[in-house]
């Protein structure tokens, strides 16, 4: 039972270069999630699905698109990445709205 | 979007003395959660709180929920070393809003 697993750990993308981020959950979990945490400003929320095939805004959702084709798994995706898109983004999930969060390991992603 | 303060921002304590961390909202909450985050490790779920006036002990820990549902306080009584960390508040039904944090350091 791995839990929450996010893959690359680590990625460094020169600008306007495109990635995906792969959160896995096997925890049959509805709800996920995807953040991304810079010093001093907590947690914010990017985008989140509450369930399989949907996806939504967060709070800053500028930059990145997701898909969830797949209950356990949600895609981060950066189409042209910028040197403000550096940071660490972490995956989480859960049943439903009102449960707690499990959180993924995270990834640091650098862009220079 | 719901807007989430959580003061202090930092707070060194000298090993057995108390910490307190705060949370407040504009808004009347339905329900907040809090989560701490170990140096370079992921958040992990502490506590949820629904109810107006609730309080909730997990060991050392007493969680707080305002009568109003617009603040929330986590206490850590006698602070140990395993304690460092940052603390955050969590609200929101499904647009979850986490709150700033709290970093605590203690100094053994």
């Known amino acids: 039972n791995a839990g929450v697993t996010q893959t690359p750990k680590f990625r460094v993308l020169k600008t306007g270069q495109s990635m995906t981020l792969l959160c896995a959950q096997d925890?049959?979990?509805?709800?996920m999630y995807w953040y991304r945490q810079d010093p001093g400003m907590g947690l914010r929320l990017i985008h989140y699905s509450v369930g399989e095939g949907t996806t939504a805004k967060g709070e800053v959702p500028d930059g990145y698109n997701v898909s969830r084709l797949k209950k356990q798994n949600f895609l981060l995706g950066l189409e042209s990445a910028a040197p403000s898109q550096t940071s660490v983004y972490f995956c989480a999930s859960s049943w439903g709205p009102l449960t707690e969060q499990y959180f993924g390991p995270g990834t640091r992603l650098t862009v220079t | 979007g719901q807007q989430v303060m959580q003061i202090p921002q930092y707070q060194h304590v000298q090993e057995g003395e108390d910490f307190t961390t705060y949370c407040n909202s504009s808004t009347t909450l339905s329900n907040i959660q809090w989560y701490k985050q170990r140096p370079g490790g992921h958040p992990v779920f502490l506590i949820q709180l629904v109810k107006s006036g609730e309080v909730k002990k997990q060991k050392r820990l007493t969680f707080q929920f305002g009568e109003a549902k617009k603040n929330s306080s986590l206490h850590i009584t006698a602070t140990q070393t395993t304690d460092v960390g940052t603390y955050f508040c969590a609200l929101g039904y499904q647009k979850v809003t986490f709150g700033t944090g709290t970093k605590l350091q203690v100094i053994p």
């Open positions: 925890m049959n979990h509805e709800y």
